[in-house]
């Protein structure tokens, strides 16, 4: 039996930062998402974002590959938004996407911050975001890419 405790924070966001994903349909979309980590043996802890993109925290199982787990999210979802027609010119996923590990000292406020993605975005937009979380990770990136 192997023993793991590793809460992801993840985030990506919609092909060119399009924003639409509408509110009144996210809920759908993050059910969507929790049954793929569920079908993974992951725990979902919490699920949210805004137009242009989603953030989650997630346990995986000690079998699940991260990179593996972020593609079959972001392939499944896709056909399935697609497929149900749930979000007009929705065009798919940006390639790109950022994952933190969080300790569980961390795990509630995670969880509080993803929860007020609406009222934190009426303060910073996603690419300010984004770009401070990977320096508060401390990890270099190029600005090209972030575009």
Not at 7 to 16: L, R, V
Not at 51 to 66: A, M, Q
Not at 91 to 105: C, D, I, K, L, P
């Amino acid at each position: 039996m192997s023993y793991t405790q590793i809460y992801y924070h993840i985030i990506y966001s919609t092909k060119g930062r399009s924003p639409t994903l509408n509110k009144d349909r996210r809920k759908e979309l993050y059910n969507y998402i929790w049954g793929i980590l569920k079908n993974k043996t992951c725990h979902l802890y919490q699920i949210g974002g805004m137009e242009d993109h989603i953030h989650l925290l997630t346990s995986l199982h000690s079998t699940v590959c991260l990179a593996n787990l972020i593609r079959d999210m972001k392939t499944s979802s896709n056909g399935w938004i697609k497929k149900e027609n749930i979000f007009q010119n929705f065009s798919g996923w940006q390639v790109e996407y950022g994952a933190f590990t969080r300790s569980h000292s961390h795990r509630d406020g995670t969880i509080s911050y993803i929860k007020n993605q609406e009222e934190h975005h009426k303060r910073e937009s996603f690419i300010d975001e984004f770009k401070r979380l990977l320096k508060e990770e401390g990890i270099s990136f190029d600005e090209r890419y972030l575009k």
